[in-house]
């Protein structure tokens, strides 16, 4: 079982910076693709970036593309989102995953572990 668990999340003002962590609970954590996601009310779950089981390869969606990071820190069971640049529609829950497939999903349904998420506000 695989369990992840955000923390990071706050209120910001735009312009500003943010870092999400996800702390991952398992034996094999190294061995999973990872991703963020966020979700606001009212719309669907939108894919935010992924990264794969080395951290030699991202993936962004456009929205974020240039302003925001996704690493990893294997011996820390850790994935992190660097947020710079916030921006009041960046204004989400945002979620880690997980799978154990080599594919970074953009899709929802590519992954099997979920966090619990955590609150990001940019205030304009």
């Known amino acids: 079982q695989v369990q992840l668990v955000e923390s990071g999340g706050g209120l910001v003002q735009a312009g500003g910076s943010l870092r999400l962590s996800c702390a991952v609970s398992g034996r094999t954590y190294s061995s999973y693709t990872m991703g963020w996601f966020r979700q606001s009310p009212g719309k669907e779950r939108e894919f935010v970036a992924a990264?794969?089981?080395?951290?030699?390869?991202?993936y962004y969606a456009d929205s974020v593309k240039g302003r925001f990071t996704i690493s990893r820190d294997n011996a820390k069971n850790t994935v992190y989102l660097q947020m710079n640049s916030l921006k009041p529609e960046d204004t989400a829950v945002y979620l880690c995953?997980?799978?154990?497939?080599?594919?970074?999903?953009?899709?929802?349904?590519?992954?099997?572990?979920w966090g619990q998420g955590t609150q990001v506000t940019v205030s304009s």
């Open positions: 990264i794969s089981r080395s951290g030699g390869g991202t």
């Open positions: 995953a997980a799978t154990p497939r080599s594919r970074m999903f953009e899709e929802d349904y590519g992954y099997d572990f």
